[in-house]
């Protein structure tokens, strides 16, 4: 059993909130945990693609059940009645059993007093914590990567999450920062967005895909893509709250991306193009169903944001 170690009473209620100690798990190891235990390894996210994202559940509830089911490991769902609730999972089911799909499950790093720093994950969770029927109390299955719980202190664990490119230490803007400057939960009001990271989510499998021939997908791919575009394409001749101007965009950024030659060193990265899943040409059918419903959704619910703001 895992060690509790904090006890929490709130105001009004004799409610608990366990933080507990994940220090013995393995790597390997599958752990169930509420989204609020989870520490992020980044600073930023692209909120586009989160956006896209809680306004495609609002209008396709089966799809938020797929995305909890794909994030456990499960695959797509399976049965999915009108009372099915993300916080009773005997109300619904999915096509297999927790973790029978591990390689999709999102990573988790044990740090200094058990904590759990994920590094593979924070958009999912942070649409999951965002949307109104889950939220931050919502328990998901992760998976263990590494364990550097025996860290002589935080600067030590930072270090060794550096050296294994388990960290992004960029903000937004992408400007260089200290991973004391990483926020200590997920969601919207504390990560900051991140332009290029969702213009690079738009362009999958329009201009590159996770590497699917045995390598292993580094973490934080597609911020690597992005911090590389960021140099190359200026974003302000283009309004992202418009589809047209949006869908020119992810155009302007494929071109620019399949235009590397394979071997070719993406930025800063220290990766290859094709270690990053780069293309040699853009695949024109998905980049127009990407136009036609990624971008759709997400500059449809941009735009209920600014008016009901």
């Not at 949006?246 to 800063?268: F, H, N, Q, S």
């Not at 990265?269 to 270690?275: D, L, N």
């Amino acid at each position: 059993m895992r060690k509790t170690t904090a006890l929490l009473l709130s105001i009004g209620f004799s409610a608990i909130a366990l933080a507990q100690d994940y220090s013995a798990a393995k790597p390997g190891e599958l752990l169930q945990v509420p989204l609020t235990s989870l520490h992020p390894t980044q600073a930023a996210v692209g909120y586009d693609q989160i956006f896209y994202k809680l306004g495609r559940f609002a209008n396709e509830r089966n799809k938020l059940f797929d995305e909890y089911c794909e994030a456990n490991g499960q695959g797509e769902s399976a049965r999915v009645p009108g009372d099915a609730d993300l916080h009773k999972p005997d109300s619904f089911s999915c096509q297999n059993a927790v973790g029978t799909r591990s390689s999709e499950m999102k990573t988790v790093v044990i740090g200094p007093q058990g904590k759990l720093f994920l590094t593979d994950g924070h958009h999912t969770f942070t649409v999951l914590m965002e949307y109104p029927d889950a939220g931050a109390d919502l328990n998901m299955w992760v998976r263990v990567t590494d364990n550097f719980s025996d860290s002589a202190d935080m600067a030590s664990f930072w270090q060794r999450m550096a050296q294994a490119r388990k960290v992004w230490l960029k903000d937004g803007n992408g400007r260089s920062i200290d991973p004391q400057q990483i926020p200590a939960q997920l969601g919207l009001q504390h990560l900051a967005n991140d332009p290029y990271r969702a213009l690079v989510y738009f362009t999958r499998e329009v201009a590159y895909d996770k590497p699917r021939s045995g390598e292993v997908a580094p973490e934080f791919l597609e911020f690597y893509w992005g911090n590389w575009l960021r140099s190359v394409m200026p974003l302000e001749g283009y309004d992202l709250s418009d589809r047209g101007d949006y869908r020119d965009a992810v155009e302007a950024a494929a071109k620019k991306m399949v235009a590397l030659a394979p071997d070719e060193i993406v930025g800063d990265s220290g990766f290859k193009a094709r270690e990053l899943g780069g293309y040699s040409s853009i695949d024109r059918k998905e980049l127009n169903k990407v136009a036609g419903r990624k971008l759709n959704y997400a500059t449809r619910y941009k735009k209920a944001l600014a008016e009901g703001s």
